[in-house]
């Protein structure tokens, strides 16, 4: 199968998923441009759109090139709780850039909103909705072409999220930062995803805070949740780029690794290729990453599903599909791993003989 940008005119979040099509999302932005030194860790407000617009837009770039076709702005934590009057300026800034690369390719632009600090102090839902309130306004300004209500411990403030946002009139999404157990009030996956749905989103799922298989286990309580509630919706998984069984309610945060020694738990583009087959055999049809996922792990979610999407990626122009170009190769036993089950079955070692295979969470 030829690389090839995608289909030609574009259509709506919601006409793409009603037809069945896959939808790519993005990755990391935050973690991965704190690495490339354009974003501070702690609070991981995005003020890199403004500073540093070159970088974000190569790395919306990347995703594009990978396989991506959603671009999202580049807006989390940016409300005016976090940064008081950059709140707007990076709105603004961060819209124009997912446009300007989303326009290279057949890639829509989704307006991003998160969980605030100031639920966690004060559970106000007028001041809550109100900072929802002004992302938005800046959202419809620039015509986003639908809106994303990401990273929500608490069921309650990703209901006022959705309750805000479906006044727009736009398409909504909402996911949860949470693994099997549920939100931090005990609210099942089950449940969030029925609430979210009465409260007006269209696609509900999970996005970060635990990687690929702790996600995928959540998704499917999720699915269950909604079939007994007798409710439908677009399923949506943007999971780490991260290894994370023995996380706690809480998930990568609450390990002693977090932020600056995640790297032995990145997982391979074989294991994103996995994730992205048994997302699509769930019944997800918006699968992407969230924190960790690097381009090239987007482009091992479209080489998945490029039978189902019929096309591949531009960058699997400079990739062999199951490590195919190895057969180039002047060594006779790195030319045998070209084929898929050599990398299907690997189980790759860290090269650190004194760590343990995992860790006990602080939290």
């Known amino acids: 199968m030829a690389p090839?940008?995608?289909?030609g005119e574009k259509k709506g979040i919601l006409e793409r998923l009603e037809s069945g099509e896959v939808v790519v999302g993005d990755g990391s932005f935050l973690i991965t441009l704190e690495k490339r030194g354009y974003v501070k860790a702690g609070l991981?407000?995005?003020?890199?759109?403004?500073?540093?617009?070159?970088?974000?837009?190569?790395?919306?770039?990347?995703?594009?090139?990978?396989?991506?076709?959603?671009?999202?702005?580049?807006?989390?934590?940016?409300?005016?709780?976090?940064?008081?009057?950059?709140?707007?300026a990076v709105n603004e800034a961060a819209c124009d850039l997912a446009r300007e690369v989303a326009g290279k390719g057949d890639a829509l632009v989704a307006?991003?909103?998160?969980?605030?600090?100031?639920?966690?102090?004060?559970?106000?839902?007028v001041r809550v909705k109100k900072l929802f309130q002004l992302q938005l306004e800046v959202f419809i300004k620039k015509n986003v072409d639908f809106l994303i209500a990401e990273y929500?411990?608490?069921?309650?403030?990703?209901?006022?999220?959705?309750?805000?946002?479906k006044e727009s009139g736009k398409p909504v999404a909402a996911t949860m930062c949470i693994g099997p157990d549920g939100d931090m009030r005990g609210v099942t996956p089950g449940e969030c995803a029925v609430k979210l749905v009465k409260a007006g989103a269209a696609i509900v799922g999970v996005n970060c805070r635990f990687g690929p298989s702790t996600s995928l286990k959540t998704m499917r309580l999720?699915?269950?949740?909604?079939?007994?509630?007798?409710?439908?919706?677009?399923?949506?998984?943007?999971?780490l780029g991260f290894?994370?069984?023995?996380?706690?309610?809480?998930?990568?945060?609450?390990?002693?690794?977090?932020?600056?020694?995640?790297?032995?738990?990145?997982?391979?583009?074989?294991?994103?290729?996995?994730?992205?087959?048994?997302?699509?055999?769930?019944?997800?049809?918006?699968?992407?990453g969230c924190c960790g996922f690097e381009p090239y792990h987007i482009r091992a979610i479209a080489e998945e599903l490029a039978p189902e999407r019929g096309f591949l990626p531009p960058a699997s122009d400079k990739?062999?599909?199951w490590g195919s170009s190895l057969n180039m190769h002047t060594k006779p036993w790195i030319r045998a791993r070209a084929r898929r089950e050599y990398w299907e079955n690997l189980l790759p070692a860290s090269g650190r003989p004194f760590c343990p295979s995992l860790s006990q969470p602080d939290a």
């Not at 090839?4 to 289909?7: E, I, L």
């Not at 807006?75 to 008081?84: G, K, L, P, R």
């Not at 909604?226 to 949506?236: D, T, V, W």
């Not at 706690?248 to 074989?270: H, I, N, Q, S």
């Open 243 to 288: 290894h994370t069984p023995d996380c706690g309610k809480g998930g990568f945060v609450d390990l002693p690794e977090y932020p600056f020694g995640l790297e032995p738990r990145v997982a391979t583009r074989w294991d994103i290729q996995k994730y992205a087959r048994e997302a699509y055999n769930l019944g997800v049809r918006y699968i992407g």
């Open 111 to 125: 307006g991003g909103i998160c969980q605030t600090s100031l639920y966690r102090h004060h559970k106000d839902e």
């Open 319 to 321: 990739h062999g599909s």
């Open 44 to 88: 991981w407000t995005p003020e890199a759109v403004v500073d540093h617009p070159d970088a974000v837009r190569q790395l919306h770039t990347e995703f594009l090139r990978a396989g991506s076709n959603v671009m999202q702005t580049f807006t989390f934590s940016a409300s005016e709780d976090n940064m008081e009057s950059k709140w707007e």
């Open 222 to 239: 999720m699915k269950e949740g909604l079939r007994a509630a007798g409710l439908k919706a677009h399923l949506m998984v943007q999971s």
């Open 152 to 165: 929500f411990e608490h069921a309650e403030e990703a209901i006022w999220a959705v309750e805000v946002l």
């Open 4 to 7: 090839a940008g995608g289909p």
